[in-house]
């Protein structure tokens, strides 16, 4: 199959009630030939389908498992569903009022004695139209659950509408027939449950008004990510300005923004300077300086002076369209600790049915007299108290929190495993070039040998490294142009990796590169060694040049340690968490850097190649470790990492290759990370703990367990509000996250 033909699709699939739903919509979206992956998360009434397949396809097989799902085109859709639940909600919220209000005034009358008797041709009267009234409420304030269990029912599999249906529906037909002909019912079991199901339609339509409230702020990230980008952008156009909305923007227009103003789309300055506010993007409060050929990035504001810039990525290219398209993919994806709550909601109804039956079985064969009647409120008990949803809400409510936070810190999690896996780690691999340095060496010291001026040395040294991307490279040919030194032409060039370059003008050779470089090829340093291992004590990088076999003198590298590097480091180690530096660079250097800040142990003279073996040892000592960098070499270790960091400031390869990927250059990003990861992760314990503990209990006292002991039995109108609470209490505990800082 064309990888470049698979694309990945999301739906709103509007009509899922549980944690059996998802099982039963994943098996039929999977079922589609060219389904490579589905995600279906419960929390968002979300699928995400990855693979090469039409959205009709999908679209009809979620149709015929029974639920109706819609394309997640863009944010247009987004807000118009954010309509649909507003109406949705205030709808159950109408349900419930008129469901509590027939079940109130039902139970009030009952309560009182003023109906006739039952047996009487007036209390049959009255009670019919009671069960009438009752009937209402099922088919109109709880005509959504009948309608679920019938459409589950269809595709040989039950539901949490299946066991409130069930439940409610025979409460109705008890008590109907009970009306219709009481005589056939013993005196002490001629008992009616009309108050019981609607009471309980207006507890659960109630728990679901509170728990889409509730929901809904989970989803507070995603929303303010959408509301930061401007819906218009005042662009050139035949020589005058015009305002025009943001989705006609074109490449390479050239677009205004004045002061306090929102950056519609990314680009780069093309006439002016100003400081732009990307905290949006990185976390970051302070305003960055921006000036001609920087980049700017749609949904930053603009806070002092007005520019001009070239639009180079529009739509769903931009930063913010895949800052948030990378959030709800995280959003979407299951942690390890979630797929075990899957697991048990995938066969808790059909447990729940069987629990039931046998409820009925024990009631009726060995319970008290009026057997029907105690079997009847146990059963039902059973039936409603059971609640798939707190379990199926458990993981998915809090890894959507847990991922909006960290992307208010700058911090963009692309897996759910990876938000699992932070909050366990032992050990951190730092790289030291651009993750703990500033990633932008300067060139500090020029030893030339005697007979050589530090001109004909840059000289040489810029000449060559002017071919070479590497950080140092481009500190050497800046510092040439310092100097405004004519460069000359090189007649070949070739890397050594992890050593040096070679190359050749005017049929000499010229070698730039380690010590281990000049050894290798028998270049007597002599005495610019010990010079080097003075610069490499002060933590400067030390490049030797030689021409011709013989040593030209050396430049000193300098790489800034980034202000907040140490901090960074000592907010992990204080979660109990091991660092260790790892760099190509001497040990002299490497040991300078690493006690200036802080780190427990380095790694040096380590090959790009084998960065990822390194990473590999430690994890074969039983380490869980994660990896930090920012460079295309670092790309194999942070793929092998247990979790990958990456440098947002890096190379597209670091943050493709990433787990986690770091928006703005500093390590507080990683101490960040691991707080909301521990965090999200207690969340979900304490969430599928209730879940778990809150079935463990209610349903063995809704089937009768207390009642040969101290005589108590759950009525069906208890367990319907516990049923109701259960669920908000998950959403409502996930939603504290939310108020997390690390």
């Not at 949705?88 to 139970?107: C, E, Q």
């Amino acid at each position: 199959m064309n990888n470049k033909s698979k694309t990945t699709k999301r739906f709103y699939v509007s009509d899922i009630s549980c944690a059996s739903c998802v099982t039963t919509i994943e098996t039929a979206l999977k079922s589609v030939s060219g389904v490579d992956e589905v995600q279906v998360n419960f929390a968002d009434r979300t699928a995400s389908v990855t693979g090469d397949v039409s959205s009709d396809k999908l679209i009809k097989a979620v149709g015929e498992s029974g639920y109706t799902a819609s394309l997640a085109e863009d944010e247009s859709s987004s807000s118009e569903r954010q309509n649909q639940d507003l109406v949705h909600y205030r709808d159950l919220l109408k349900k419930t009022i008129i469901a509590g209000v027939i079940g109130v005034l039902i139970l009030a009358v009952t309560m009182l004695g003023v109906l006739p008797d039952i047996t009487t041709p007036s209390g049959q009267i009255a009670y019919g139209v009671i069960s009438l009234l009752t009937l209402f409420v099922l088919s109109y304030p709880g005509g959504r659950f009948f309608a679920g269990a019938l459409k589950s029912f269809k595709n040989h599999s039950a539901n949490m509408d299946t066991l409130i249906s069930i439940g409610t529906g025979v409460a109705w037909v008890y008590s109907t027939f009970v009306v219709i002909s009481p005589d056939s019912v013993s005196e002490v079991a001629r008992h009616v449950y009309f108050d019981t199901a609607a009471i309980i339609i207006a507890f659960i339509n109630l728990g679901s008004a509170l728990e889409m409230r509730a929901r809904g702020k989970t989803s507070e990230a995603i929303k303010r990510l959408i509301g930061l980008q401007p819906k218009t952008a005042r662009v050139l156009r035949e020589g005058a300005e015009v305002d025009i909305p943001i989705e006609q923007v074109l490449m390479g227009d050239i677009v205004r923004v004045r002061p306090g103003e929102k950056i519609p789309v990314d680009g780069e300055i093309a006439e002016g300077t100003s400081h732009v506010d990307e905290s949006m993007l990185t976390g970051e409060p302070v305003p960055v300086s921006k000036k001609l050929g920087d980049e700017v990035v749609g949904g930053s504001v603009n806070k002092s002076g007005s520019f001009l810039f070239k639009a180079n990525r529009i739509g769903k290219d931009t930063a913010l369209s895949q800052i948030i398209d990378m959030v709800r993919k995280a959003q979407n994806t299951k942690p390890e600790i979630g797929r075990l709550a899957d697991k048990v909601s995938s066969i808790f109804v059909p447990t729940v049915l069987i629990i039931a039956t046998l409820t009925m079985m024990a009631w009726f064969n060995f319970g008290p007299d009026p057997k029907l009647t105690y079997m009847l409120v146990a059963t039902v008990a059973v039936l409603i108290i059971a609640c798939p949803c707190a379990l199926g809400l458990a993981t998915p409510i809090s890894v959507m929190v847990g991922v909006g936070k960290a992307a208010e810190y700058g911090v963009l999690i692309r897996k759910g495993d990876a938000l699992q896996k932070a909050g366990q780690l032992t050990t951190v691999v730092l790289d030291k070039t651009g993750t703990i340095t500033e990633g932008r060496p300067v060139v500090t010291a020029l030893e030339p040998k005697d007979g050589s001026s530090e001109e004909e040395l840059l000289k040489i040294a810029a000449s060559v490294e002017k071919n070479s991307e590497h950080p140092l490279a481009e500190a050497v040919v800046e510092a040439s142009k310092e100097r405004s030194l004519e460069l000359i032409s090189i007649e070949s060039f070739e890397a050594i990796s992890g050593h040096g370059v070679r190359a050749s003008y005017q049929n000499k050779l010229v070698l730039l590169g380690n010590s281990k470089l000049m050894n290798d090829n028998g270049i007597n340093l002599g005495a610019l060694t010990r010079r080097s291992e003075e610069l490499s004590k002060l933590g400067q990088t030390v490049i030797f040049v030689a021409l011709d076999g013989q040593p030209l003198g050396l430049l000193g590298i300098s790489d800034p340690i980034k202000t907040d590097s140490k901090e960074a480091i000592q907010r992990l180690q204080e979660s109990g968490i091991r660092v260790v530096m790892l760099t190509g660079d001497n040990r002299a250097t490497a040991g300078t850097v690493a006690s200036l800040v802080g780190v427990d142990d380095f790694i040096a003279e380590v090959l790009p190649q084998d960065k990822a073996n390194e990473i590999i040892k430690l994890q074969e000592q039983g380490e869980k470790v994660a990896m930090v960098g920012d460079g295309i070499n670092d790309a194999p270790a942070l793929a092998g990492a247990d979790v990958g960091f990456a440098i947002g400031t890096g190379t597209d390869v670091a943050i493709e290759s990433a787990d986690i990927t770091l928006m703005r250059g500093s390590l507080h990003g990683v101490a960040d990370a691991v707080a909301i990861s521990k965090a999200t992760l207690r969340n979900i314990k304490e969430n599928l703990i209730g879940a778990f503990g809150y079935n463990t209990l209610a349903i063995p006292i809704a089937a009768g367990i207390l009642y040969p002991f101290i005589g108590i039995l759950l009525s069906p109108i208890i367990a319907g509000a516990a049923m109701a609470l259960s669920s908000v209490t998950v959403v409502t505990n996930a939603n504290r996250l939310r108020w997390f800082k690390p």
